[in-house]
């Protein structure tokens, strides 16, 4: 599986976007590019997920560089709930997750 | 609603004693799947199961055991707990096989003494 590179830690302003980048330039044409989140030690939360096109959810919308060497998640109205680390995952495995160090995100009112 | 459970919440026990950690989906899930997290060492796959009685090794199995009888629980035992073994464990579920989107429970926490 492509490894994958997100800054240990970013703020965000309550209400604004937050724009979390993710590196994976070593990613395969059948890996996919997929997030989640984790608020404080709850359990993983699936965000949103990708192959080559831009995505959009009711969370999230996720930007796939055209030589999918990189992508961002974006949070458009960032709330002090989404406080938590973000984790930027890239694999072929269905079901197979490694998860990384992550990102901890802090929004501040 | 929908969920996934897990059972204990916590737990504190002594080395050897074997014990079992229960987990169960009501959405009729076909994938599930255990991690283990710790600190600096993130999220770990111990097993996984495709579906009933089909079950396979992770990245960290040693120590552990599954099995999958039904489709909705996926129990993970712990033969002879060693302290290596204290963490944070989760659950998960996929719908399908074929989807990237896991369903996680609430998370056990073991301490081995």
């Known amino acids: 599986d492509a490894k994958t590179t997100q800054p240990p830690s970013m703020d965000c302003a309550e209400g604004r976007a937050a724009n979390l980048p993710c590196n994976h330039s070593t990613i395969s044409g059948n890996e996919y590019v997929y997030w989640y989140r984790q608020i404080h030690s709850q359990g993983p939360q699936y965000i949103i997920h990708?192959?080559?096109n831009n995505e959009t959810n009711e969370m999230a919308s996720l930007i796939i560089t055209e030589d999918r060497k990189s992508s961002t998640l974006i949070l458009p109205h960032a709330t002090l709930r989404d406080t938590a680390v973000y984790y930027c995952i890239v694999s072929a495995r269905w079901g197979k997750l490694q998860f990384g160090a992550g990102t901890q995100v802090v929004v501040t009112p | 609603e929908a969920q996934v459970t897990q059972n204990p919440r916590y737990l504190i026990t002594v080395t050897g004693k074997k014990l079992t950690v229960t987990c169960s989906q009501n959405m009729n899930h076909e994938y599930m799947s255990w991690y283990r997290q710790d600190p600096g060492l993130g999220l770990r796959q111990i097993y996984y199961?495709?579906?009933?009685?089909?079950?396979d090794k992770g990245d960290v199995p040693e120590g552990y055991k599954v099995s999958r009888k039904e489709k909705r629980n996926f129990p993970l035992i712990l033969e002879s707990p060693s302290p290596n073994q204290t963490s944070l464990y989760f659950c998960?579920?996929?719908?399908?096989?074929?989807?990237?989107?896991?369903?996680f429970g609430p998370g056990t926490r073991l301490t081995v003494t």
């Open positions: 998960a579920s996929s719908p399908r096989t074929d989807t990237y989107e896991q369903y």
């Open positions: 199961s495709m579906n009933v009685e089909v079950t």
């Open positions: 990708g192959l080559k």
